[in-house]
């Protein structure tokens, strides 16, 4: 198991436990002691776990109810109107009476405005998304269970039990908080738990980012970028990029270019 797939999995365990073992931690991981106290140091000098006799513990009281990312409505002033392409560009994608999962965040809210008449089954876990979808008569909204996160206004769980059993959809709609050669990522790890449950459970992924996020990095992997099916994004990707993209078999989509 490589180190990023390592720091997931320990991270998700504390979120879930707020404290783990040394013991189980080498069984959950089938790692070499020396392995997992190599993982321990590096997160704790990070600042994002504390070491404690027999094992580790989340860095602070509430750790778990708090993402890294930007509070939804300063991170939806940003890049406003590619965002606003990007979404209606999106929703052209979706057909009549589809299964579709939305996943929370400020480009993918952006095409829900865009979703009403063609009678969805969508599935999301972001409430701004709910209530615009709500205004939508022949829209059916579903959402996962678990815990409310405020400052997103996502809800996120790092169980197995979270109602998304039975649900399957054609598409997934999913942002990023950076995209580049090494895959989609995410500043957290919470995020990271839930969005890989959710790809499981659609058969295409469409990525929605701003031309911004290919010029900066973040933390985690969700996937690599051959997992992705297609990206929308605006005018401001450069040759470079979008070759970095078609490179593995990405269908591109540039918002605005054809009158989106």
Do not use: W
């Not at 930007?70 to 392409?85: L, M, S, V, Y």
């Amino acid at each position: 198991m490589h180190a990023t797939q390592r720091d997931v999995e320990i991270l998700r365990l504390l979120q879930s436990q707020g404290f783990v073992s040394f013991r189980q931690l080498c069984a959950s991981l089938d790692a070499s002691s020396a392995t997992i106290r190599r993982d321990l140091e590096r997160l704790e000098g990070e600042g994002r776990i504390s070491r404690v006799r027999g094992g580790a513990k989340l860095t602070g009281a509430g750790a778990a109810e708090r993402l890294v990312g930007a509070p939804f409505e300063i991170n939806r002033g940003r890049h406003a109107a590619e965002k606003a392409a990007i979404g209606r560009a999106a929703a052209q994608l979706c057909r009549p009476g589809e299964a579709l999962i939305i996943d929370g965040g400020t480009t993918t809210f952006q095409m829900c405005a865009h979703l009403a008449g063609l009678e969805l089954q969508v599935l999301t876990n972001s409430l701004h998304i709910v209530g615009e979808l709500l205004r939508q008569p022949g829209t059916r909204v579903s959402v996962p269970g678990g815990a409310i996160f405020r400052e997103q206004n996502i809800i996120l769980s790092p169980f197995e039990d979270d109602g998304l059993a039975r649900y399957h959809a054609s598409k997934l709609f999913m942002g990023a908080a950076a995209v580049g050669p090494r895959g989609l990522m995410q500043a957290d790890v919470v995020l990271i738990q839930a969005e890989q449950k959710l790809m499981n459970k659609a058969d295409q992924l469409i990525v929605l980012v701003d031309s911004s996020k290919f010029r900066t990095s973040a933390s985690f992997v969700v996937c690599p970028l051959d997992a992705i099916d297609i990206v929308v994004t605006d005018a401001g990707i450069t040759a470079d990029e979008m070759a970095m993209l078609r490179s593995h078999g990405i269908e591109v989509i540039v918002a605005g270019a054809t009158g989106e």
